[in-house]
């Protein structure tokens, strides 16, 4: 009696150490190695089941697979970044934009606005003298071609805004001639101040002069940009001549040309 209780016993703790020990190995399998494992059950059950019956595996194989995707650890996706808008001066250099123009233009480099290389101007320039400005241009072949002409236009022509329309088509059509795949964009003509107004009244055909240059953007397919809206906004905008804005104007025109232009 007391033997066969002996044995029972020595039965018992042989098949815990063995047990422990199988779990010790199987714990400690890496991962590869139990899907290598499970893999080579599943191909047993397969050549097995086809013995047996000689059907058709596919569906299965469906469902196995499907287990297997199961069991596998799905990493969490991670959050999209959003993107960032870039700022004037990095969009107008991504898009190889050129703003070109009189003293105006001269503003958004004094201010470091935008970078010198997107930038042609000259004081005093009038669109039917730019033509030196046009030869910088074509060397620099830009996407995107955005002209600031008319200040200085307005003081040569006086009341003759047709004068300066015409000088204007001629202008269009020769950056259109030498740059055929840039894209051209107008802006308006800055007003200056009832001082500026007063020392020379030519200044009063500023609107008269926008709003014939707006018809002519439009009848040529040319977005017209008008900013003038910032000016209007602040309630002493002008530095010490009446004509030119102070710094706050600059950066704020710069973001309003990139928004009119689509620049990302």
Avoid at 90 to 103: C, K, L, T
Avoid at 132 to 139: G, P, T
Avoid at 176 to 195: A, D
Wanted: aromatic share 12%; glycine share 4%.
């Amino acid at each position: 009696m007391k033997n066969n209780k002996f044995i029972y016993l020595s039965r018992l703790i042989a098949g815990l150490i063995f047990t422990i020990f199988i779990s010790y190995l199987f714990i400690n399998i890496p991962m590869k190695d139990k899907k290598e494992v499970k893999c080579k059950d599943c191909l047993k059950t397969e050549d097995l089941l086809k013995k047996q019956n000689g059907e058709d595996l596919n569906d299965i194989k469906k469902v196995i697979e499907k287990a297997h995707e199961k069991e596998e650890v799905i990493e969490e996706e991670k959050p999209s970044v959003p993107v960032t808008e870039k700022s004037p001066k990095e969009a107008f250099r991504y898009n190889n934009a050129v703003i070109m123009g009189d003293s105006f233009v001269e503003g958004m480099n004094a201010y470091e606005v935008l970078y010198e290389e997107n930038t042609i101007w000259t004081r005093g320039k009038r669109i039917d003298n730019f033509y030196d400005d046009l030869d910088k241009a074509i060397l620099k072949n830009p996407n995107i071609l955005i002209l600031v002409y008319g200040s200085n236009d307005v003081q040569m022509w006086g009341s003759n805004v047709n004068s300066f329309i015409n000088a204007y088509s001629k202008a269009i059509n020769t950056i259109k001639e030498k740059l055929p795949n840039t894209k051209i964009y107008i802006c308006s003509i800055f007003e200056v101040s009832e001082s500026a107004k007063e020392k020379d009244n030519t200044f009063i055909n500023i609107p008269l002069f926008n709003e014939k240059l707006k018809m002519f953007a439009d009848e040529n397919n040319i977005t017209f940009i008008d900013s003038s809206y910032i000016i209007k906004e602040n309630s002493d905008p002008y530095s010490y001549d009446g004509i030119h804005p102070k710094a706050f104007f600059y950066p704020k025109w710069a973001s309003d040309i990139v928004s009119k232009t689509n620049m990302r």
